[in-house]
């Protein structure tokens, strides 16, 4: 890791364009999804100036900037890539097809934790069980174990379980 910063890096940036119509498309690439939202805007009515909103990372709360037409453009322009322009994302031992054998050497390397592994979300039965104190997959006739085999559409799964428990004695309210 030290090697690759102490390397040059280049930064690129966008020639001119000669043509209304090339800018147009050039602006076409990125705009799809633009780089700050309509919402994050405060205030414009057309005027010179514009303000909008922005999470600093360093506070961590939300500040508000006010800047001109022009350097607004200025500073989303320098975010669009030429045509065929090849973006990297992730490099080194973060590149995609080596992070998943070489994260976990790095993060040893450096004396970190490696991550806890995930726990697996809960199914709708777990849920269920954990909640209301009721397997919903076990029969409500004889207590066998249920296999879902369709969805039919009716009653509620309130109403379904509500009636299995009033059976029972122990209703919903």
């Not at 104190?133 to 879902?148: H, N, T, W």
Request: aromatic share 10%.
């Amino acid at each position: 890791m030290n090697a690759q910063r102490q390397r040059f890096w280049h930064v690129h940036f966008a020639k001119k364009t000669q043509h209304p119509k090339a800018t147009i498309n050039y602006l076409g690439r990125y705009l799809k999804r633009p780089p700050i939202a309509g919402a994050k805007l405060a205030h414009y009515r057309g005027e010179a100036n514009l303000s909008f909103r922005y999470l600093d990372h360093h506070t961590g709360k939300y500040e508000t900037e006010e800047v001109s037409q022009l350097e607004l453009i200025k500073r989303l322009i320098q975010h669009i890539p030429e045509k065929n322009f090849r973006m990297i994302r992730y490099f080194g031992f973060l590149a995609n097809r080596v992070v998943g054998n070489q994260l976990s050497k790095v993060r040893e390397a450096l004396g970190m934790e490696s991550h806890p592994p995930r726990t697996p979300a809960l199914r709708y039965g777990q849920m269920i069980k954990s909640f209301l104190k009721v397997d919903p997959f076990e029969c409500i006739l004889c207590g066998g174990r249920m296999r879902f085999a369709a969805f039919h559409a009716g009653a509620g799964r309130k109403n379904i379980i509500n009636e299995a428990l009033s059976r029972r004695g122990e209703g919903l309210a």
